[in-house]
Structures are given as structure tokens and as C-alpha cells.
């Protein structure tokens, strides 16, 4: 059985839910870990006061018994604290009593570079927040919860992800990313960045060229492609190579005692739909967060009349919050890979069939 995720939620509404099916039986899981990664994407310079108000915890309710997977779906669940606060507006089921607190009046100010006019369209929605609520970043918390635990599987066979950020606002380094940070807050404006995510450890043969769909490059790039406000995905040195002559754009192969290995890694470990068995290379470009405070130009849906968009709270960056979800998002892609490769309804049978497939091809990561 493959790896496979369903989340539900809503930003605030009661809770985030995440069930995933597929895990061997036998792992044992570190809620410390999974709380960490939870933390870990709400930190961050730039992010909104809302971070203060959630401090995301797990919660599971079915899969696991004593620390450990039962080789059934494991259900998580993220509460959202500021759900107290929208009790009548998120309801559910049809509220009772009068309206109060917040949510109680119908959105039709959709903002630019959201889906809140497109999906009100699709849907035929007359209120936004039918939309917004679904659409937002909010939701990712419970995928990193998820992306945390497959990084436990892939622990199990010596895989590890890691997500960092590469610049924001045109900016690398810290000082200089955090003054444009704070020149965009004190002008009301956003800003976008560049994260990268490395995998290492990752033996060659993950993936498939034999048909579209199971090509590993192509399910890693909509794994990033997927998170919200990621507007461009570069595997290896990516655009650099299609300036590049072939000569230039290729990893020549090499052997010795430990087996074949490249001296290079323009590729990003990536060839063909598979892994190749070198480093896993991606970034991820974002860009700036739409909702800003100093509204953009819209229509009111209700009325036709131009109009100023919704101001909700919003950060003024969240690059850093993108290099954790992204490394959940291929952590997760990387997870499902191995499990399609490897099997095994235990961990003892994954690990044993991971272990056989090294020895055969004759590899060990470097």
C-alpha cells in the first residue's frame, strides 16, 4: 500500500484534520518532533500576531497505540484556538441566537492573487469567506504535522529533509532580510522569496520513467507548486541549464569502491523521473503575500462598484514558514516513493526490503 493524505479544515473553523493511510505498522513517533515542526513553521521574521494566538498542538485519534503506528490511517488533529472567537461565524450547523463575534457579515470584497473570485465564480458562493476559509495557508499546519512523521519514516532508512530559505525580498542573509522585512512592514507592503529543500541519503531508483504520472521530478514539482503562493519550482541548477551547452548540463558517471557516483550534481539528483542516488535539490520561488494592509483595487460582488479589498490579518512575509512547509511537502512525496518501492506492512519488512535493494545495486550514500 502507498502513502496517501486527506486533510480538512477550515482556517477557522474548529479544527485542522489530516489522515493518512499507508504507514507501516511499528513506528514509533516523536511528538516532540511533531510539535517542533508545528512551531517551527509558526516562527519567523515577519509573521502575523495570529502565530501568537494558535501555538499549534497534535492531537491523534486513531493509528496509534502507546507511541507507535498500527498500520492503520493515523487521524491528527490541529485545534484552532481563534475558533473561540468565530463559534457563530464558523459554525457548522445553522447557528442559533443572534450574530456575534466575528464572521457573522457576508465578505464580497475578493482580494487580488487570491482564489476568492475565482472559486466564489466557480462555486456560485455569495460570500467570500466560503472560499478564503479553505484557500488560506492556514490548513498547511496539519500537512506539516503530517510531512513531520514521514520525515520519521524516512528517518528509518537514513533519509533526511531539509528545508532553509534562500533569500526574501531579493535579499540573502539575515540582517539584510530582516531590514527588508521591516522597510515592507513600516510601508504597509509584502514581500516573496526563494526557499530550498535538500534531501539526503536518498538511493537512486525512487520514482519511474515508464509513465508521466509516477515521474518522481514531476511529483516533487507539484508538491511545491501545490503550496500556496509558490509561483515557480527549479530542480538541480534548473533555468541555469537550459542556457548552458550539453557538455556543461549533464553529471558524468564515475565508480569506485562504494559504488557509482556524479562529481557533480547540476541535475539535482533527479534524471529520467528517478533518483539517481546524489543529493535531492529543489527550490521553490514565492511571491508576495496578497493580502496587504494597504489594499489592492477590487469589485464588490454584491454591488459591481469598485471597491478597496478585504484587509484580513496577514503577515508581511512568510518565507521562512514556506521552507518548513515545503520540506513537509517533499519529506511527504519522498515518503510515498519509498513505501511504493520498499512496501512492507511492517517497519521491520520496509527497513529489511530497503536494506536488500543497497546491497544489490550496490550504493551508499556518501
Same mark, same amino acid.
Given at each position: 500500500?502507498?502513502?496517501? /493524505? %486527506?486533510?480538512?479544515?477550515?482556517?477557522?473553523?474548529?479544527?485542522?484534520?489530516?489522515?493518512?493511510?499507508?504507514?507501516?505498522?511499528?513506528?514509533?513517533?516523536?511528538?516532540?518532533?511533531?510539535?517542533a515542526d508545528l512551531r517551527r513553521r509558526?516562527?519567523?521574521?515577519?509573521?502575523?500576531?495570529? &502565530?501568537?494566538?494558535?501555538?499549534?498542538?497534535?492531537?491523534?485519534?486513531?493509528?496509534?497505540?502507546?507511541?507507535?503506528?498500527?498500520?492503520? $490511517?493515523?487521524?491528527?488533529?490541529?485545534?484552532?484556538?481563534? @475558533?473561540?472567537?468565530?463559534? #457563530?461565524?464558523?459554525? *457548522?450547523?445553522? !447557528?442559533?441566537?443572534?450574530?456575534?463575534?466575528?464572521?457573522?457579515? *457576508?465578505?464580497?470584497?475578493?482580494?487580488?492573487?487570491?482564489?476568492? /473570485?475565482?472559486?466564489?465564480?466557480? @462555486?456560485?458562493?455569495?460570500?467570500?469567506?466560503?472560499?478564503?476559509?479553505?484557500?488560506?495557508?492556514?490548513?498547511?499546519?496539519?500537512?506539516?504535522?503530517?510531512?513531520?512523521?514521514?520525515? &520519521?519514516?524516512?528517518?528509518?532508512?537514513?533519509?533526511?529533509?531539509?528545508?532553509?530559505?534562500?533569500?526574501?525580498?531579493?535579499?540573502?542573509?539575515?540582517?539584510?532580510?530582516?531590514?527588508?522585512?521591516?522597510?515592507?512592514r513600516k510601508e504597509k507592503d509584502t /514581500?516573496?522569496?526563494?526557499?530550498?529543500?535538500?534531501?539526503?541519503?536518498? !538511493?537512486?531508483?525512487?520514482?519511474?520513467?515508464?509513465?508521466?504520472?509516477?515521474?518522481?521530478?514531476?511529483?516533487?514539482?507539484?508538491?511545491?507548486?501545490?503550496?500556496?503562493?509558490v509561483k515557480g519550482v527549479e530542480m538541480?541548477?534548473?533555468?541555469?541549464?537550459?542556457?548552458? $551547452?550539453?557538455?556543461?548540463?549533464?553529471?558524468?558517471?564515475?565508480?569506485?569502491?562504494?559504488?557509482?557516483?556524479?562529481?557533480?550534481?547540476?541535475?539535482?539528483?533527479?534524471?529520467?523521473?528517478?533518483?539517481?542516488?546524489?543529493?535531492?535539490?529543489?527550490?521553490?520561488?514565492?511571491?508576495?503575500? $496578497?493580502?496587504?494592509?494597504? !489594499?489592492?483595487?477590487? %469589485?464588490?460582488?454584491?454591488?459591481?462598484? $469598485?471597491?478597496?479589498?478585504?484587509?484580513?490579518?496577514?503577515?508581511?512575509?512568510?518565507?521562512?514558514?514556506?521552507?518548513?512547509?515545503?520540506?513537509?511537502?517533499?519529506?511527504?512525496?519522498?515518503?510515498?516513493?519509498?513505501?511504493?518501492?520498499?512496501?512492507?506492512?511492517?517497519?521491520?519488512?520496509?527497513?529489511?526490503?530497503?536494506?536488500?535493494?543497497?546491497?544489490?545495486?550496490? #550504493?551508499?550514500?556518501?
Amino acid at each position: 500500500m502507498t502513502l496517501s /493524505l %486527506v486533510t480538512a479544515g477550515e482556517s477557522h473553523g474548529p479544527a485542522l484534520v489530516a489522515i493518512l493511510s499507508g504507514l507501516p505498522a511499528g513506528l514509533e513517533l516523536d511528538r516532540d518532533a511533531i510539535e517542533a515542526d508545528l512551531r517551527r513553521r509558526q516562527q519567523g521574521y515577519g509573521r502575523s500576531p495570529r &502565530q501568537q494566538i494558535e501555538q499549534d498542538e497534535i492531537e491523534v485519534l486513531a493509528g496509534l497505540r502507546q507511541g507507535k503506528t498500527l498500520g492503520t $490511517p493515523l487521524a491528527l488533529v490541529i485545534r484552532n484556538r481563534d @475558533h473561540s472567537h468565530w463559534t #457563530w461565524g464558523m459554525s *457548522p450547523w445553522a !447557528p442559533e441566537g443572534e450574530p456575534e463575534g466575528k464572521g457573522t457579515t *457576508p465578505v464580497t470584497l475578493p482580494r487580488p492573487g487570491h482564489a476568492d /473570485l475565482s472559486g466564489l465564480l466557480k @462555486h456560485g458562493f455569495d460570500d467570500v469567506r466560503n472560499v478564503l476559509e479553505r484557500a488560506s495557508a492556514r490548513h498547511t499546519a496539519v500537512f506539516v504535522a503530517a510531512g513531520s512523521v514521514a520525515k &520519521q519514516l524516512l528517518c528509518e532508512i537514513g533519509i533526511e529533509v531539509v528545508g532553509s530559505v534562500l533569500e526574501i525580498g531579493g535579499e540573502a542573509g539575515e540582517d539584510a532580510m530582516h531590514a527588508a522585512i521591516d522597510k515592507a512592514r513600516k510601508e504597509k507592503d509584502t /514581500l516573496g522569496g526563494i526557499v530550498e529543500v535538500r534531501a539526503r541519503g536518498v !538511493p537512486p531508483g525512487l520514482g519511474s520513467y515508464a509513465d508521466k504520472s509516477d515521474r518522481l521530478d514531476g511529483r516533487l514539482a507539484q508538491a511545491l507548486a501545490g503550496i500556496q503562493a509558490v509561483k515557480g519550482v527549479e530542480m538541480g541548477e534548473g533555468f541555469a541549464l537550459a542556457r548552458a $551547452p550539453g557538455s556543461e548540463a549533464q553529471d558524468e558517471i564515475f565508480r569506485d569502491e562504494r559504488g557509482y557516483y556524479r562529481e557533480t550534481n547540476r541535475a539535482g539528483g533527479l534524471e529520467g523521473g528517478l533518483t539517481n542516488g546524489e543529493e535531492i535539490v529543489l527550490h521553490a520561488a514565492m511571491k508576495p503575500i $496578497p493580502t496587504l494592509m494597504k !489594499p489592492l483595487r477590487s %469589485v464588490d460582488v454584491a454591488s459591481g462598484e $469598485p471597491a478597496e479589498a478585504l484587509v484580513e490579518r496577514s503577515d508581511t512575509t512568510a518565507v521562512e514558514a514556506l521552507a518548513v512547509i515545503a520540506e513537509a511537502a517533499i519529506a511527504f512525496e519522498l515518503a510515498k516513493a519509498a513505501k511504493e518501492k520498499f512496501g512492507g506492512d511492517a517497519l521491520e519488512d520496509f527497513v529489511a526490503s530497503y536494506r536488500a535493494y543497497v546491497e544489490r545495486i550496490y #550504493w551508499s550514500p556518501r
